[in-house]
T-cell receptor, first 114, second 115 residues
């Protein structure tokens, strides 16, 4: 029962470095998304995907890239890390558009940018 | 644009007392409404949802929520709070229209159940 798996759980970067947060799900969900969680701001959508090869921007996409080459994987890339990207990142998935289902979340990746 | 408001940053309740965590929403169409719970250093877990039908929805761990269309509210309730209910609670809304509507989350309410 893996569900949604995120790696790494913790990461410290220096300003300007790049990195990729990995997300994989084993539930054959069409929809996958990335959120960031910041104190007092709830969860904000960064990018989402409705299937392999299809991605779109959320509320706060700047500084992040995504791709969806397979149904299972949805990596989030930070191109040039900035202190403002210090946050906890969550990957979430759910079944296809005809489903009224809830989101399934990973355990989160805590990123600190110095 | 859709939005969710959770007016209380924190709710304190004594163990055994009833609890309410408030949520109001705004969408252009009809909503799907959700509650999630987050324990420390964990991801969000689904509690319950309103899709259609009965306005009173029952979910996991004895929680329930009442959909009130006229007040655009979806408050989370539990008749008797447990210390283990202490966590961060998020309300979320999704527009009912076709396609892959995004989910908008509230800012969260920290529930503290006092022994």
């Amino acid at each position: 029962n893996a569900g949604v798996t995120q790696t790494p759980k913790f990461q410290v970067l220096k300003t300007g470095q790049s990195m990729t947060l990995q997300c994989a799900q084993d539930m054959n969900h069409e929809y996958m998304s990335w959120y960031r969680q910041d104190p007092g701001m709830g969860l904000r959508l960064i990018h989402y995907s409705v299937g392999a090869g299809i991605t779109d921007q959320g509320e706060v996409p700047n500084g992040y890239n995504v791709s969806r080459s397979t149904t299972e994987d949805f990596p989030l890339r930070l191109l040039s890390a900035a202190p403002s990207q210090t946050s906890v990142y969550f990957c979430a998935s759910r079944p296809g558009q005809s489903n009224t289902g809830e989101l399934f979340f990973g355990e989160g990746s805590r990123l600190t940018v110095l | 644009a859709q939005s969710v408001a959770q007016p209380e940053d924190q709710v304190n309740v004594a163990e055994g007392n009833p609890l309410t965590v408030k949520c109001t929403y705004s969408v252009s169409g009809n909503p799907y409404l959700f509650w999630y719970v987050q324990y420390p250093n964990r991801g969000l877990q689904f509690l319950l949802k309103y899709i259609t039908g009965d306005n009173l929805v029952k979910g996991s761990y004895g929680f329930e929520a009442e959909f009130n269309k006229s007040q655009t509210s979806f408050h989370l309730k539990k008749p008797s709070a447990l210390v283990s209910d202490s966590a961060l609670y998020f309300c979320a809304v999704r527009d009912r229209g076709g396609g892959y509507q995004k989910v908008t989350f509230g800012t969260g309410t920290k529930l503290q159940v006092i022994p």
